[in-house]
Nanobody, 113 residues
């Protein structure tokens, strides 16, 4: 079992920034990432990062969001800049632990116009 503890969500005005963090209870050798789900929508990929540091971003966040990872701390971050109202969603941390995918509890991000 892996526990993922997220923090950093909140309410911000359009154009503002937030930084999400996610700490894993075990060493993660697989990919870690962030997904989001807005009301009425399916959960969608935001960004992922391999243990070696290779990132992958959804087109909608490229150039605005940055994912990073510290393997020694089993932690992944999502720096979100130039936030838009359409970024409003519950953001979930995800980790691939030996082929099993674990999810955090989610953190709400609300961007006001």
């Amino acid at each position: 079992q892996v526990q993922l503890v997220e923090s950093g969500g909140g309410l911000v005005q359009a154009g503002g920034s937030l930084r999400l963090s996610c700490a894993a209870s075990r060493t993660i050798f697989g990919t870690m990432g962030w997904y989001r789900q807005a009301p009425g929508n399916q959960r969608e990929l935001v960004a992922t990062i391999t243990r070696g540091g290779t990132p992958n971003y959804a087109d909608s966040v490229k150039g605005r969001f940055t994912i990073s990872r510290d393997n020694a701390k089993n932690t992944v971050w999502l720096q979100m800049n130039s936030l838009k109202p359409e970024d409003t969603a519950v953001y979930y941390c995800n980790a691939n632990y030996y082929g099993t995918f674990y999810w955090g509890q989610g953190t709400q991000v609300t961007v006001s116009s």
